[in-house]
């Protein structure tokens, strides 16, 4: 991390922030004592990035910016109130942490008390990575059961089935239509019409 050879200079930090229109009161507490927090540590405050979540949508323009002046080194530490602040997931905190440690950035969690700092930082990495391989695990296993769930149920699982005329596509293949020219006619992919083609062809000779 670039903030270990910094006993010479000042640290400059990066304040992300994250809120949604309804939310500025807290919002505005939540800014002021991220400024706090860096006045306190005596760090030089690069930007303050804000993102401000619109209803239904999901806007992090600030993020990646701050993401992109990270890569350029324009700063030492990435400041936040909270880990969920700053991601959505524990995967994607591994993302985001991974690019800020590879680019010799740190970050700082305030309410958490979470940080890549000096010694901490080897520690707090392994720490998320090991809960983002939890987080991975517990997923598939959800996954998992819910399909097991629905497939004792009787219901398909999986994507729909595309909708096939066959007896036009064999009556297109008895003409000597080629796959390609049936599969631009109808939108449908060659290898879904192969199939059907195949399934029709194995069910005559079951019944013969």
Same mark, same amino acid.
């Given at each position: 991390?670039?903030?270990?050879?910094?006993?010479?200079?000042?640290?400059?930090?990066?304040?992300?922030?994250?809120?949604?229109?309804?939310?500025?009161?807290?919002?505005?507490?939540?800014?002021?004592?991220?400024?706090?927090?860096?006045?306190?540590?005596?760090?030089?405050?690069?930007?303050?990035?804000?993102?401000?979540?619109?209803?239904?949508?999901?806007?992090?323009?600030?993020?990646?910016?701050?993401?992109?002046?990270?890569?350029?080194?324009?700063?030492?530490?990435?400041?936040?109130?909270?880990?969920?602040?700053?991601?959505?997931?524990?995967?994607?905190?591994?993302?985001?942490?991974?690019?800020?440690?590879?680019?010799?950035?740190?970050?700082?969690?305030?309410?958490?008390?979470?940080?890549?700092?000096?010694?901490?930082?080897?520690?707090?990495?392994?720490?998320?990575?090991?809960?983002?391989?939890? @987080?991975?695990? /517990?997923?598939?296993?959800?996954?998992? *059961? =819910?399909?097991?769930? +629905? &497939?004792?149920?009787?219901? !398909?699982?999986?994507?729909?089935?595309?909708?096939?005329?066959?007896?036009?596509?064999?009556?297109?293949?008895?003409?000597?239509?080629?796959?390609?020219?049936?599969?631009? @006619?109808?939108? /449908?992919?060659?290898?879904?019409?192969? *199939? =059907?083609?195949?399934? +029709? &062809?194995?069910?005559?000779? !079951?019944?013969?």
């Amino acid at each position: 991390m670039r903030i270990k050879n910094s006993a010479h200079r000042t640290v400059r930090t990066a304040l992300y922030a994250r809120c949604s229109r309804a939310d500025a009161a807290s919002f505005g507490r939540e800014l002021e004592a991220l400024q706090v927090e860096a006045r306190l540590r005596r760090w030089e405050i690069y930007r303050e990035f804000i993102d401000i979540k619109e209803p239904g949508g999901r806007d992090l323009t600030a993020r990646r910016e701050l993401m992109s002046a990270a890569a350029r080194g324009h700063f030492d530490v990435v400041c936040f109130s909270r880990l969920d602040r700053f991601a959505t997931s524990v995967r994607e905190v591994v993302c985001l942490v991974g690019a800020l440690r590879a680019d010799g950035v740190a970050f700082l969690s305030v309410e958490d008390g979470i940080n890549t700092l000096g010694g901490e930082a080897a520690t707090t990495w392994t720490a998320i990575v090991a809960c983002a391989r939890m @987080e991975g695990s /517990l997923l598939r296993e959800r996954a998992q *059961r =819910a399909t097991e769930t +629905a &497939r004792r149920e009787g219901t !398909r699982v999986g994507r729909p089935s595309a909708e096939v005329d066959l007896a036009m596509v064999l009556e297109k293949r008895a003409q000597g239509t080629p796959f390609r020219q049936i599969a631009r @006619e109808t939108g /449908l992919a060659i290898a879904t019409l192969h *199939r =059907a083609v195949s399934g +029709a &062809r194995q069910t005559k000779v !079951r019944k013969a």
